[in-house]
């Protein structure tokens, strides 16, 4: 079992800036597709952004393409979710996901780990 740990969220006031970062417990393989969702109250949870295990490819929502940058970290299996300009729609608990074979990379149902989320709130 791999187990996730997200860090980095927190309160940031509209138009500020988080970092998120995300590591995996395998750091035996490389070829984990790693991305992020995020679940607001009383909402589904939706994708974020998702890069592939080389790094080469990403993805990003409509709503953050633009605001969010995706990228993989220094460590093996580690993502990062660098959020610039944050509105108050931008809160939720982030979540990191990771899988070996995801077709779809945004879809949650295609991942194969989660991690406990962290809070993201932005205040207006």
């Known amino acids: 079992q791999v187990r996730l740990v997200e860090s980095g969220g927190g309160l940031v006031q509209a138009g500020g800036s988080l970092r998120l970062s995300c590591a995996a417990s395998?750091?035996?393989?490389?070829?984990?597709?790693m991305g992020w969702f995020r679940q607001a109250p009383g909402k589904e949870r939706e994708f974020v952004a998702a890069?592939?295990?080389?790094?080469?490819?990403?993805y990003y929502s409509d709503s953050v393409k633009g605001r969010f940058t995706v990228s993989r970290g220094r460590g093996i299996n580690t993502v990062t979710l660098q959020m610039t300009n944050l509105e108050p729609e931008d809160t939720a608990v982030y979540y990191c996901?990771?899988?070996?074979?995801?077709?779809?990379?945004?879809?949650?149902?295609?991942?194969?780990?989660w991690g406990q989320g962290t809070q993201v709130t932005v205040s207006s």
């Open positions: 996901a990771a899988g070996a074979v995801v077709p779809d990379m945004t879809r949650n149902d295609e991942y194969d780990y």
């Open positions: 890069v592939t295990w080389k790094g080469s490819t990403t």
């Open positions: 395998d750091t035996t393989s490389s070829n984990y597709h």
